[in-house]
């Protein structure tokens, strides 16, 4: 049991254009999903909460123009990063709250390697 | 501020040995929780063990154990017979107060000797 997906699992674009990057729970609802960006070798760094029907809640410093969240079901929360550019090429990886059970354990995807050219 | 540290950078152990790495945290508040999730070169967080700051046994899952001692504020993780398997990145967590998210320590490198 709790089981997060994340498609795609690697995507390259080039400079300017956006990628979308899908977090669904595959068999839990999760009330609240977070997305974190990882650099090489260093610690998940929290860019973002998403609660189901409402405004995400970004982290200081995290542009909400650039990465945007939707969380339109109780198992889906999609990342959008907009007119990326190179230096947003990173590992990027959410995690799913499960509502009602397990409520204090976070349920990591597999996480998204974006490369933009 | 709540802060997670974790100050082995990179640990080796020998194939069927144990290993602890080490988590210590600093908070204020009395209710919390601790959580160990292990990275492999695959990028993927795989959920290890929670420890609740009011549970008074140390939380165990199968080779995992969790070394609580909330006097001294650590939560360090212990595996036992380790494998070539375990070899990857472990990062402790801890429950941000009043929020579900979660503060994570700088990662421990674990390489299992064969």
């Known amino acids: 049991g709790a089981v997060v997906s994340q498609h795609p699992s690697r995507v390259i674009c080039k400079s300017g254009t956006s990628v979308k990057i899908e977090c669904r729970s595959l068999d839990f609802q999760a009330t609240t999903m977070f997305w974190y960006r990882q650099f090489p070798k260093k610690s998940l760094m929290l860019m973002a909460t998403?609660?189901?029907?409402?405004?995400?809640?970004?982290e200081q410093g995290v542009e909400k123009d650039k990465f945007l969240i939707n969380h339109a079901s109780l198992t889906l929360s999609t990342l959008t990063v907009t007119s990326a550019h190179p230096e947003d090429s990173s590992f990027y990886i959410c995690?799913?709250?499960?509502?009602?059970?397990?409520?204090?354990?976070?349920?990591f995807g597999p996480g998204t390697r974006l490369t933009v050219l | 501020a709540q802060k997670i540290t974790q100050t082995q950078p990179g640990m080796f152990v020998q194939e069927k040995e144990a290993v602890t790495l080490d988590c210590t945290y600093d908070t204020s508040d009395q209710s919390y929780g601790l959580f160990w999730y292990k990275q492999p070169s695959s990028g993927e967080m795989i959920f290890l063990i929670y420890?609740?700051?009011?549970?008074?046994q140390n939380a165990t899952e199968g080779r995992y154990s969790l070394n609580f001692q909330k006097a001294r504020k650590s939560a360090n993780l212990v595996i036992s017979a380790s494998q070539l398997g375990d070899s990857a990145m472990y990062f402790c967590a801890m429950r941000e107060a009043g929020t579900y998210k979660y503060i994570f320590g700088t990662g421990t490198r674990l390489k299992v000797l064969a």
């Open positions: 998403s609660n189901e029907g409402s405004k995400a809640t970004y």
């Open positions: 420890q609740g700051s009011y549970d008074e």
């Open positions: 995690s799913a709250r499960a509502s009602g059970i397990m409520a204090d354990t976070q349920y």
